[in-house]
């Protein structure tokens, strides 16, 4: 009884593990193998011989790439330290039961909610010096810098993509720490009022650590996030100005269905996936195991 | 001479003129050059093109093609911008579930090997596509000789222009760039508006190359040179890029957004009553002229002109259009092809263009050089056919080659990082480099 009940398990998940294989596994081995393959679309519609390390060597002498790379790792950092800090700063204030604070909590979903391509064309048009409410808001609060054109300068186009990023996370993030500051122990926050702890004293040697590893897990799902941005770039700044905000994932994207270079390509995505990996073995294996001390 | 001899010479007779006049006359009582007797009843095919109002009324009227041979067409459309990536992925699973392609003719020579060559039927079928086109739209669908696509879909650039504000500022429509700029300052100054909007923005099918170009022909310089190597950052290529860059830098008289605007997006600067001018695909015009798309006082005095040129040199602009292809992999060729003699008809275009029930209909355009003079479609758009046939008269089209979309990519950057203020020179060579790499890559 005890061996059919085994293998009724195992055939109901076939069907899920299947497709599993059949659209993660499958496709992560293929792009694997041609990564060391010459395939250009424009010569064959079917990879040609392999090429040994070629297409990597290629990446690291490539200086398109290592402007991604570098811009890919500015992103990142922005737009998740923002995130983190404006998620807590947004959760501690509506922390607090109160009707308003229960009617924000529910609007706070909806940024995140938004489709990422979609949050890029809104910014622009809102952005856009000839019509754009957000750059007529700055234009007024900002005279000094109204001849700002924003996503026409490298760096403010950057900030902005951030923004885009930020303006969709943020919320969510606050979210998830709304709920694990209620699940915090109320004796230890009580004990240290009790000893003459400040607020700002309470939150600092009290709250924030008992937070820490949902934080440390936050910031390592916002970074993968981050890290693999792409819809925004593509309709917010096109990669733009010049290759000022020419993500990584933006890059590959280019260089697969853009100039058809797949071999290249599938060498840049897996030097992607390598390195988030190899960040997130590190990050799990000493934050995480700091934490469970 | 008896009966039988009678009927013996009389079917040899009809046969032999069959065979001089071609299969034309065989199919004569079915139009445009479709088979009789509907042999291929009962195909479907599918036909993925992007969501353009063109697509939408071929689609609405392809009943009768359905009537005519008995096979049905599923319309894919998608959204332009993924069109491409759908384009890829479908041809490379190789599976032929898309019979047709609309694509962008300077993807053509990349996706030769996803095409299905036409020369053979349309010699089979004794259609000569220089009687139809205009050249360059013919020599966007060709690569290396061989026809890959005839487009349904093509544009000629075109000054549009506020004709109120030109009365404004006592200024002429302007037929050089000098002129331009003068109209410019002189609209700036007495009407508050820009004088133009220009897109030196990056990210959409390099867009802030089309009006490159034109400075850039016209100016006598070239993309290329005759060994395929960069030729664009010569003398005469820095100061084409140089002045056109110049109506935002030096100038001042193109609309501060230009700097990063698409090309939709300097069109929308005219819409919203912003600036006075902008040069784009005739289409626009559709856009500009309807009062749901563009302020009124817009709407009511849009005027077109040829693209101007540099003084004393000749006009040379960009003319771009939509080949429609067969899939290599389809496993429904020949009626695919018999939609395709269908959907590049010119009665159906005109048809198309002149049903304006439906006000989204109105960026319809026709290709067909019979279209183009047409007396009728001419007096509904005032005669921008008659333009814009001249206008293609001096076009052409990108450089057809597989490393296009590469190489437009380099020099799109270039411009993009110039507009912003970098040294034109230094980024031209910079863009020059790294086209040469990719042209070694490929063999050059």
Known sequence: MHSREKYVKWVLMAPALLILIGTTLYPFLYSFITSFRFWRLTRSPVPKGFVGLDNYIRAFTDAGFWNSVWVTIFFTIVSVVLSMLIGLAIALILERATKLNTFMKSLLIFPFAMAPALKGFSWRFMLNPDYGILDAILDFCLPFMSDVVWLGEPYWAVFWLAMTEIWGWAPYIALVFIGALGALPKETQNAAKVDGANTFQVFWYITLPQLMPIIIMVGLLKTIFSVKMFDQVVTLTGGGPGRATETLNYYVYNQGFKFYDMGYASALAYILVTTMFIFAFVYVRFLMKGEQK | MNAKKLVGLSIGVVFLLGLLMGPSALAADMPYGLKAGMPYKGTKLTFLVHNAAQSQAQAKRVGEFTELTGIEVEFLMVPYPSLREKITADAVAGTGAIDLYCFLDGWGPSMTGFLTPLNDFLKRDGIDLSEKLPPAYIKGGTYDGTTFGIPTRGHPQLLLYRKDLFEQAGVAVPKTWKELIAAGKAIKEKTGRDGIAMYYGKGNAAQNLFLWNAFLKSGGASIFDDKMMPAFNSPAGIEATQYYVDLLL?????????????????????????????????????????????????????????????????????????????????????????????????????????????????????????????????????????????????????????????????????????????DTKTEMDKAAKEVTAIMKRSGY
């Open chain 2, 250 to 422: 030096k100038y001042g008289v193109a609309s501060p957004g230009s700097k990063f605007f698409k090309e939709y997006e300097a069109s929308q600067a005219v819409a919203q009553d912003k600036a006075a001018m902008v040069i784009v695909w005739w289409w626009h015009f559709g856009v500009l002229t309807n009062p749901e798309k563009a302020q009124a006082v817009v709407a009511e005095n849009m005027g077109f002109a040829p693209v101007p040129a540099w003084e004393g040199k000749g006009q040379a602009t960009l003319a771009l259009s939509m080949p429609v292809g067969i899939n290599q992999a389809s496993k429904n060729k020949e009626a695919a092809w018999e939609f395709l003699k269908w959907l590049t008809n010119p009665d159906l275009e005109k048809a198309n263009f002149l049903d304006k029930s439906d006000p989204k209909t109105r960026t319809i355009v026709v290709v067909q050089k019979k279209n183009l003079v047409d007396p009728e479609i001419n007096k509904v758009s005032n005669g921008m056919h008659k333009a814009a046939a001249a206008s293609l008269e001096v076009s052409d089209t990108f450089p057809m080659l597989p490393e296009w979309p590469e190489v437009a990519a380099a020099i799109e950057v270039a411009i993009s990082n110039i507009a912003g203020g970098a």
